[in-house]
């Protein structure tokens, strides 16, 4: 089970920090981080398909065709914290070395935004005092970390769980020998 978690979720793991970072130097490179979202969560789901794939693999190939729920849901689990660990990393290096007024000017887009979309005074200033909140939590490399985590994690657990579900195999009982 070692190397299969740790095949797909290197694989995962580099499909999503490598779309991650293009998707970042296509905002720095446009000024644009709407539709990057965008592409950013679908990159996820296709960096996250892995866990089908490693869960499948895994029950087919080594598990004579069956496999619980838990233990392919721990499976697809493994495979997201490898590959969610690597999309932190990246992003820490990303931030850190390259991207140091990211914050900057993520919040100067997120307010024109809000006030293209026809946001009142008052909500602008409350948008303001949340993005001023998030600018000082990126101050600390804690911080950047579990909200990194945050935004990659829950999807890799969904796709987990449905790729448990739909992959379940329970066995078909004792064979018994014909005549």
């Not at 446009?30 to 996820?44: I, L, P």
């Not at 939590?137 to 909200?147: A, E, Q």
């Not at 739909?166 to 005549?179: H, N």
Request: with cysteine; charged share 15%.
């Amino acid at each position: 089970m070692k190397k299969n978690v740790l095949v797909f979720g290197l694989i995962a793991g580099v499909i999503v920090t490598t779309m991650m970072v293009v998707s970042v130097a296509m905002c720095y490179s446009r000024d644009d981080f709407e539709g990057n979202v965008v592409v950013g969560y679908a990159a996820m789901l296709v960096a996250f398909s892995m866990i089908f794939i490693g869960i499948k693999n895994f029950r087919d190939k080594y598990n004579n065709g069956v496999i619980t729920f838990g233990k392919a849901f721990r499976i697809g689990l493994y495979i997201t914290l490898i590959a969610s660990t690597m999309y932190v990393v990246v992003w820490l290096i990303d931030y850190y070395l390259f991207l140091p007024d990211f914050m900057d000017k993520y919040t100067a887009h997120v307010l024109k935004q809000s006030q293209a979309d026809g946001a009142t005074q008052q909500e602008l200033q409350k948008k303001t005092a949340e993005m001023a909140r998030y600018r000082e939590w990126y101050k600390s490399p804690v911080m950047v970390v579990l909200l990194t985590y945050a935004e990659v994690v829950p999807i890799g657990l969904i796709v987990a769980l449905i790729s448990a579900a739909i992959l379940r195999r329970k066995s078909k009982g004792p064979l018994v020998a014909t005549a």
